[in-house]
């Protein structure tokens, strides 16, 4: 982690005290579905957030959810918690996105529709790791937004665009002429706010997930799997589900659930 970096993350405003309340509920093993519940009710610009994202047409719900008892049921806690920690996260942060070629609509598009795969293809499959799989897949690209910052201030945009044209490699551009890639800087940032190790495990080895700690290989795989099929222009293509297959083959996860995730997400 470069100097530069690591004092843009010491830099970043605390958390507000809704998600220390979200996780302190989520952590809690004696807490319950209506815990989750009342904490969420209290805020009502994060509860409008969190049924406008249940309710996108990724999740294939027939019926509108109006309720967020409705969306934690039907969703669980863990994944719930994912909806209102990007929530919550996102309005954290300045966006300008520019040095990857995408504007702000876009990068949210990118986390809706790798968080909308995860959940379709692991939900039912996989439920138990949906705690960290869900603010994974919706948190895992925030490392990009202060990389692109480091990148405007430095003057270097035209360095990194020639990067990714000549490496073919969004992380590989970014070590090149940052130091650092995205799953580093947002594992950083997770860890400086203090979310659960096994989230920030997940997120810095989502790309080799051989390095994750036991527990957490299945997860990062899991990830690298999602984040290789829907790559930053959030355009899923034959080439980028190609290569993901291949890696759930070579991890030995579930192709059928993936194959029919896709048909969803499609």
Same mark, same amino acid.
């Given at each position: 982690m470069t100097e530069e970096m690591l004092k843009q993350i010491k830099q970043l405003p605390p958390l507000p005290e809704s998600a220390m309340q979200i996780e302190a509920v989520y952590q809690d093993p004696d807490s319950s579905f209506?815990?989750?519940v009342k904490i969420l009710e209290k805020d009502p610009l994060?509860?409008?957030?969190i049924l406008k994202a249940a309710n996108s047409p990724l999740y294939g719900f027939s019926r509108e959810i109006n309720a967020i008892s409705q969306a934690v049921g039907l969703f669980g806690m863990g994944t719930?918690?994912?909806?209102?920690?990007?929530s919550i996260v996102k309005k954290s942060f300045s966006l300008d996105l520019s040095p990857y070629g995408i504007n702000n609509d876009m990068f949210s598009a990118l986390s809706k529709k790798q968080h909308g795969l995860i959940t379709s293809w692991c939900m039912r499959k996989e439920n138990k790791l949906m705690g960290i799989l869900s603010p994974a897949a919706f948190l895992v690209e925030i490392g990009k937004v202060l990389i692109a910052k480091q990148i405007i201030n430095d003057g270097k945009q035209e360095l990194f665009r020639d990067a990714?044209?000549?490496?073919?490699?969004?992380e590989a551009a970014e070590r090149e002429v940052v130091g650092v890639d995205t799953p580093e800087v947002s594992a950083t940032v997770f860890a400086h706010w203090r979310f659960e190790k096994g989230l920030v495990d997940v997120i810095r080895n989502c790309t080799n997930p051989d390095q994750a700690e036991d527990d957490d290989k299945r997860a990062a795989q899991i990830l690298h799997v999602v984040r290789v099929c829907v790559p930053i222009n959030g355009v899923v293509t034959d080439d980028s %589900?190609? *290569?993901?297959?291949?890696? %759930?083959? *070579?991890?030995?996860?579930?192709?059928e659930s993936f194959e029919t995730a896709i048909e969803n997400l499609k």
């Open positions: 209506n815990d989750m994060l509860t409008a957030d719930v918690r994912g909806f209102a920690l990007a990714l044209l000549n490496l073919g490699d969004v %589900i190609a *290569k993901a297959k291949a890696l %759930i083959e *070579k991890y030995e996860l579930n192709l």
